[in-house]
């Protein structure tokens, strides 16, 4: 029986992941910053434990009481709008320290043990940001854009270890908490001089079109744990698999 760890479970794509992989028969991780036993069916299967992505006792700690896994999933983040002009410091360094080396410190922190055992997966979730730039996003999508060069130098360095590295791209999705969970960092990240530049971003989100939902990220997640012909990049959700092919 296979195990998966996935980071940032407490909701969205990573509640959604850990569910798909529950109901397919793997033993679950599902780790979380504030542990929740209510968000997931219980099984004997899970085990739920308490990870921050920014804190490398948390990180050491995890990765020891889950023991052996065969498959990591970095998807735990958070986002951040606003004109560079209107953002703090603080708030970009929040969104590296999570996005960016949260990923490269929880990925360290498992090699030793997909290495010693000559197997691993690693799947990385970015973003469809990272296809074609959009404003108002330029913090956000170079933290993410990071972890895909991060993910395709290193895909190279884990091959002779038989370590598989995998990015998986979401479009827009917004029925995840994820633009709520961002809005503490935007306060003032749009001055007025950007206003009308930010109500054109918001009018364009309005209109109907594709957009991604937690599902479809989840199913890809899947293909990169499952699949040994998966391509390293995988664009998840209708309007992300429309950017990855135009
Ligand atoms: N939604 C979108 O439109 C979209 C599009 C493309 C890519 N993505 C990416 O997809 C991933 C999941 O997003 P989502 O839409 O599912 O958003 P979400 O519902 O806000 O989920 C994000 C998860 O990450 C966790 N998290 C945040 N900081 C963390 C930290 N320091 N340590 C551990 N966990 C942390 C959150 O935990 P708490 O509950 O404790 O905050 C939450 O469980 C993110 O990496 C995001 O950048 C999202």
Not at 67 to 75: C, E, I, S
Not at 126 to 148: E, R
Not at 176 to 198: C, D, H, K, V
């Amino acid at each position: 029986m296979k195990t998966i760890l996935i980071t940032g479970c407490s909701s969205g794509f990573g509640l959604e992941t850990a569910r798909l992989f529950l109901d397919r028969g793997w033993t679950v991780v599902a780790t979380m910053r504030t542990p929740r036993e209510d968000v997931l069916p219980r099984s004997e299967r899970l085990r739920i434990l308490r990870l921050d992505v920014t804190d490398p006792d948390s990180i050491g700690r995890a990765v020891e009481e889950a023991g052996p896994v065969d498959a990591l999933v970095n998807n735990a983040g958070i986002g951040l709008l606003g004109a560079l002009e209107g953002v703090t410091m603080d708030s970009v360094s929040e969104i590296f320290a999570a996005n960016t080396l949260g990923t490269m410190a929880m990925t360290q922190a498992m090699l030793p043990g997909f290495r010693t055992r000559r197997s691993g997966t690693i799947v990385n979730v970015t973003s469809g940001v990272t296809l074609k730039p959009l404003p108002l996003l330029s913090v956000y999508t170079a933290s993410k854009a990071a972890v895909n060069a991060f993910t395709e130098s290193l895909a190279l360095e884990l091959e002779p270890f038989n370590i598989r590295t995998h990015l998986v791209l979401p479009g827009r999705a917004p029925d995840t908490a994820f633009g709520q969970n961002a809005r503490s960092r935007m306060e003032n990240a749009i001055p007025g001089a950007y206003a009308p530049l930010a109500q054109s971003v918001f009018a364009a989100w309005q209109q109907p079109g594709p957009v991604t939902h937690a599902s479809d990220v989840a199913e890809a997640v899947w293909r990169a744990a499952t699949d040994l012909s998966c391509p390293l990049r995988l664009a998840a959700g209708a309007d992300a698999v429309a950017l990855a092919s135009a």
